[in-house]
Structures are given as structure tokens and as C-alpha cells.
């Protein structure tokens, strides 16, 4: 299982609406440290429907053409749900650097999950750091995390 993200390929990105503005600040972040990303949209705040940008996000994930994926909206808990329905997702809501951080050495999340009415810019920004630079444990984890398929 791998234990940490290619970045040579694109950081898949996408909100609905509620997300949309903490999106575009989640894409500076990115951008300032100089890696890819691929945005899925949507291009503005207007009203959409949030599957219709999770599942790009979670297909690209999950064909291995983006690293990993960061989700937003309003809650957090459409977009994870979402995607989630893909096989070889494990989409984490999370909403502090610590809950990041064991989504991904615990559960090896490949999607962030970020709830955009719910934290501040500052904690958007630390969550997708711990969850770019913190590596899946494996361990005893790793036979947890082989399970979730229900295979």
C-alpha cells in the first residue's frame, strides 16, 4: 500500500458552491508551494449540485491520475459521502490538523474532505499540509484499512 503521495501528478480540487470561495483560497496555498492541481470547479459561487464535482474528484483519485483529492463544502459531509461511493477512496472529513493527520496515518485517506462554513482560512491551510506531508503508519492499521472494501 502506498504511504505517500506522488506529486508529480495533479492535486485534484473541487467544491460546490458553499465551498467555493474557500476553494479558490485552498488553490493559492497550492500554488504557493509551487505543486500541480487540477481544478474541477465549479468556475464561480453559483448554485450547483455538490456529486456533480465530488465524483470527477474521487475518479481521478482513484484511476491514479491525481496524487490525492481535497473536497469541499458547506459541511464537508456531502462531498465525503460522495465520494466515498467510489472503490479505493477513503475520503476524510476533517476539520483540525490533528483529525488530518490521523486520517492519514490511521485510515490512509487519499481524499481531504474540508468543511468550508465550519474553519477558517488558517485551518484549511494547515489541514492540507499535515495531510500532503503525513504518511500512512501501516501496521496494524494497514489489515483495518484492507477491510474497508468489504472484500
Known sequence: METTFDLSKPIAIASDHAGFEMKEFVISFIEGKDLPFKDFGPATDDAVDYPDFAHPVAEAVELGDCAFGILLCGSGNGVAI???????????LCWDDEIAALARKHNNANILCIPARFVS??????????FLNTAFEGGRHANRVQKISGN
Open 82 to 92: 460522495t465520494a466515498n461511493k467510489h472503490q479505493g477512496i477513503r475520503a476524510a
Open 121 to 130: 482560512e488558517s485551518t484549511a491551510e494547515e489541514m492540507v499540509e499535515v
